[in-house]
Every structure is written in C-alpha cells, then in structure tokens.
C-alpha cells in the first residue's frame, strides 16, 4: 500500500517569502499526485495535479509543483506567499489502476503573517 | 448550488446514540468517500463506494457503516456513537479513475461531537 509523507507539519512565514512544502510518497510504480488546500473552516480544494507529462506542474493561485520520480517526491512551491494563502496543505497520491483510493498526508499548517 | 452536499453541517450527541451523516451529490459521480479529519492526521479513509452496489471498507471503517441508497446519496452512520468518533467528517465524490487522475470533489464537511 501506498503512504505519503509531508516533513513539515507547520511552517509560519511572512508575506513575501518563498514557500516549499515537502512530499514524499512510497510506492514504486506509477502514481498520480495531488496538492489539496484547506482554508480555514472550509472543505478541501484541489490545488494541482501530476499524472503523466511534464514534471512541473502548475496549479492555481500561483502554485506549482515539481514531480521528481527518483526522489519518491512531490514538493508544493510559491515564490512570494500572501497573507491569503493561510491554510493547510495535504498532498495525496494513487495509482492509476481505475481502482485505486486516495491515501493522503497529514497535512501541514501554513500561517502567512502580514 | 453547491456540488457535494453534507446534512447535517454540526452535531453534538451524546455517547451510545446512533448518528447518521448524509451526503449528496449532483456532479453525476459514480464514485463517492467518507473521509475523517483529526488535527495532525490528515484524512482517513472510512468507507468508499464505486458504483452503487460496491460497498468498500477503507482504513478507519470499525464502529462506521455505510448505505449508497443512490448515485447521489452516500450515508455513513454511526450505530453507537463514542468520545472518540469526534472529528470532521468529509464526504466526497470522483469520477471514474485511471490514467488521467481521480480528482475527488469535497462536500463542506460535518463537525461531530460525542459527549
């Protein structure tokens, strides 16, 4: 069975700064990954997605992720964070068999400080 | 309206009721999840559903049942609720999977207290 890992459980930075969150999943054949985002009080969103193609992979509201399949990894970066992007960030990963389920991090708390 | 609906948003019961939280969808998925929340462990997967006579158990499914009464209803219950059932409980739904992705859609959540 698949697991991911997400290093960081909670990163605190000021507005401007450049974020990278770190995933890694363990599973050695092909995978899709995802990048959710939980803002406070609300449901889950999807930010981005890999399942074949480039390996960098751009999603909405400035994020982008890099899929490196030597690694097992797929870190979540933004150059210049804003004080909107306070949330917390799951990544999530599943085979592409028809038949497989989602297995998700713990997520990591991000709090943007203006 | 929104996609993935969630009946009822908060509930606060007391150990050893039965509780049943209602999910609804109208973006025509055959698929659909009950997910739990705890701060620290992410999401954990209870019970999933591929089509509407598959009934799957995932991670968490002791002290969960579920019903797919359609394909748009998805009901996870709760037959005698304990303290340590109290979470966030997310239904969501996705097409069929396979190479292209299973992007899952996420109803708004219900928050559960067992007193």
């Known amino acids: 069975a698949q697991s991911v890992s997400q290093h960081n459980h909670h990163v605190i930075l000021s507005e401007a700064a450049s974020l990278e969150l770190g995933c890694n999943y363990s599973?050695?054949?092909?995978?899709?990954l995802f990048w959710y985002v939980q803002y406070p009080g609300q449901h889950l969103q999807l930010l981005l997605k890999?399942?074949?193609?480039?390996?960098l992979v751009k999603g909405i509201k400035g994020f982008e992720a890099e899929f490196i399949k030597s690694k097992f990894s797929f870190n979540l970066r933004k150059p210049s964070v804003q004080w909107s992007d306070t949330a917390e960030y799951f990544c999530?990963?599943?085979?592409?068999?028809?038949?497989?389920?989602?297995?998700f991090g713990k997520g990591t708390m991000l709090l943007v400080s203006p | 309206d929104a996609d993935v609906t969630q009946t009822p948003r908060n509930r606060i019961t007391k150990t050893g009721k039965r509780i049943m939280l209602e999910c609804s969808q109208t973006k025509g998925h055959d698929r659909m999840y009950w997910y739990r929340q705890d701060p620290g462990l992410g999401l954990r997967l209870i019970y999933y559903s591929f089509d509407v006579k598959d009934i799957n158990k995932g991670e968490i499914s002791d002290g969960y049942s579920v019903s797919r009464q359609a394909q748009a209803k998805f009901s996870l219950s709760l037959e005698s609720a304990i303290p340590n059932q109290t979470a966030l409980y997310f239904c969501?739904?996705?097409?069929?999977?396979?190479?292209?992705?299973?992007?899952?859609?996420f109803g708004p959540g219900t928050r559960l207290t067992v007193l």
């Open positions: 969501a739904t996705s097409g069929t999977g396979g190479i292209g992705g299973d992007e899952q859609f």
């Open positions: 999530a990963v599943n085979r592409p068999s028809g038949y497989s389920t989602l297995t």
């Open positions: 599973y050695g054949g092909t995978v899709n």
């Open positions: 890999y399942f074949s193609g480039d390996p």
